[in-house]
């Protein structure tokens, strides 16, 4: 049974950058398969059983999907170096994971609207792209007046936010929390990235004290990648059986472990939901099995927070 890590991600993915920068904080080595951006997705979606999201950490037959629930078990499995330094890691557990819920969707939305249409002829933003996250969102592809309205419109709502991570910072500290990176400083890092990597440069608006932050969260890496081809991916699942499953403690309403589920984000991908039986749940994460001719039998992870579960008929 194979024990590598193995990352799902492709190269601007905001989310998976904050992944990356885990992996290099813990200096991990680890196996890079670089994904489409943009559906179809035909080695990718076998692992995941329909769920469309980038990224995803597979370990064997199993397959952890969402930041939350990778980062959760890569500390779960090296703790040293952890990511709450802080004096309580309990408590700093959980106001990360507030932190979080506000750059991974607030502060994200308003990066990538601002730069998708301040900077909407970058390399980036080919026709295919851009279908394909209308319709990811459920919305239609903007017009140029509605680019430049949006635009404003979301750099308005930027400032304040960077003017917030500027007060952090203002007072000389290394990081966030001090003189040790944390899981807060990934958090707030990877919305501010993005925006240089789909406009193709660096962007003018963040100011000097958040890049001189930024520059030190980078320098410690990514930890060591190896390339790794989407076939020989599946071929590790193929050949691995599954870990044991987590035990269960369902909530009034949870559908009954056995029974055949999705699972699907409850903010956008929904039309891509991970289907298959379901194995485990409790308060904070839960899990489904499937199978196919590519992988066998994969369970796939993922964390409450986010995601509904419905029962599904056959």
Request: proline residues 8%.
């Amino acid at each position: 049974m194979s024990s590598e890590l193995i990352l799902h991600h492709y190269d601007f993915s905001n989310y998976s950058e904050k992944v990356r920068l885990v992996l290099g904080l813990k200096g991990l080595t680890w196996r890079s398969v670089e994904i489409p951006p943009t559906l179809p997705k035909p080695d990718y979606i076998p692992l995941t059983g329909g769920y469309r999201r980038a990224p995803a950490l597979q370990i064997g037959a199993d397959v952890f999907c969402d930041t939350a629930r990778i980062i959760e078990e890569l500390e779960r499995r090296f703790p040293d170096p952890t990511l709450y330094p802080g004096p309580d890691p309990v408590a700093q557990r959980a106001f990360i994971a507030g932190l979080e819920r506000w750059t991974d969707a607030t502060l994200t939305r308003n990066t990538i609207n601002y730069i998708s249409c301040e900077h909407a002829d970058a390399d980036r933003f080919t026709p295919e792209f851009l279908t394909d996250r209308a319709a990811l969102l459920g919305k239609p592809e903007p017009g140029l007046a509605h680019r430049k309205a949006a635009a404003a419109k979301n750099l308005a709502q930027l400032r304040p936010q960077l003017h917030w991570i500027s007060d952090i910072l203002h007072d000389g500290r290394t990081y966030i929390y001090g003189e040790s990176m944390s899981l807060a400083d990934c958090v707030i890092y990877h919305p501010l990235w993005v925006m240089d990597q789909l406009a193709g440069e660096r962007t003018t608006i963040i100011p000097d004290v958040i890049r001189e932050w930024m520059e030190r969260v980078a320098a410690h890496g990514h930890g060591s990648p190896i390339s790794m081809t989407a076939h020989e991916a599946l071929n590790v699942a193929a050949s691995s059986d599954p870990l044991p499953v987590l035990p269960s403690q369902a909530l009034a309403g949870d559908p009954a472990l056995g029974e055949t589920v999705s699972i699907t984000p409850t903010d956008y991908g929904r039309a891509n939901p991970s289907l298959g039986t379901l194995v485990s749940i409790d308060v904070q994460r839960m899990a489904l099995q499937h199978r196919n001719a590519l992988t066998k039998r994969v369970t796939v992870h993922f964390p409450r927070f986010g995601y509904s579960v419905r029962k599904r008929e056959e």
